[in-house]
């Protein structure tokens, strides 16, 4: 239980154009998600808290209006990277909240986005 | 603010015991979690404490204090399997986000 999947794996664009990721937990429902941006050998960054039917919460420094987050339902969260740069080349990973594991409410990780921006 | 320590690096031989440190300052105190994480992948999950005391799964222990904003994961047994990064993690008040260290990048060695 608690599989969370994430669409594309790996994707490459040229820089300008928009890049849709999509984050879904499979077996489970989440009210909440959230997406982090890794770099090479660098620890997880939170870059904004998404909960179902509601506007995401942005951590500091993060452009909303260029990482656009809709968490249409229980199930599915997307974030798109807009007008990407190479400075947006990172990993992308999200994890999603099981509710229903009270004791824990661990968060659960996806397999993560390799974005490379040429 | 937050902050939360761990070394960069550690090395160890296969079938030895290694300890992993983690100090924490944060803004309210949730629990403290424990991910491993291979190169290129997602985390996994490993251990959560939010009392104080250790948790025993197998081969992997987490330890606790909440006084001295302390933590350790204990491996033992290691395996070449076990090379990775380790990050220790904190949620703060609300339930909500959790707040990663930068991580422990372990090499295990025959």
């Known amino acids: 239980g608690a599989v969370v999947s994430q669409h594309p794996s790996r994707v490459i664009c040229k820089s300008g154009t928009s890049v849709k990721i999509e984050c879904r937990s499979l077996?489970?429902?989440?009210?909440?998600m959230f997406w982090y941006r890794q770099f090479p050998k660098q620890s997880l960054m939170l870059m904004a808290t998404?909960?179902?039917?509601?506007?995401?919460?942005?951590e500091q420094g993060v452009e909303k209006d260029k990482f656009l987050i809709n968490h249409a339902s229980l199930t599915l969260s997307t974030l798109t990277v807009t007008s990407a740069h190479p400075e947006d080349s990172s990993f992308y990973i999200c994890?999603?909240?099981?509710?229903?594991?009270?004791?824990?409410?661990?968060?659960?990780f996806g397999p993560g986005t390799r974005l490379t921006v040429l | 603010g937050q902050n939360i320590d761990q070394p960069t690096e550690m090395t160890a031989t296969e079938g030895a015991i290694v300890q992993i440190n983690c100090t924490y300052q944060?803004?309210?105190?949730?629990?403290l979690f424990w991910y491993q994480q291979h190169a290129g992948e997602a985390p996994t999950f490993l251990s959560y404490?939010?009392?104080?005391g250790l948790e025993e799964k197998g081969r992997f222990s987490s330890f606790l204090s909440r006084s001295k904003g302390y933590s350790y994961l204990l491996l033992k047994e290691l395996q070449m399997k076990d090379s990775a990064s380790y990050l220790c993690?904190?949620?703060?008040?609300?339930?909500?986000?959790?707040?990663f260290g930068t991580g422990t990048r372990l090499l295990v060695s025959p």
């Open positions: 404490n939010v009392l104080d």
């Open positions: 944060t803004s309210g105190f949730n629990g």
């Open positions: 994890s999603a909240r099981d509710l229903n594991r009270a004791l824990t409410d661990t968060q659960y």
């Open positions: 077996d489970f429902q989440a009210t909440t």
């Open positions: 993690a904190v949620r703060g008040t609300g339930f909500q986000k959790l707040v």
């Open positions: 998404s909960n179902e039917g509601s506007k995401a919460t942005y």
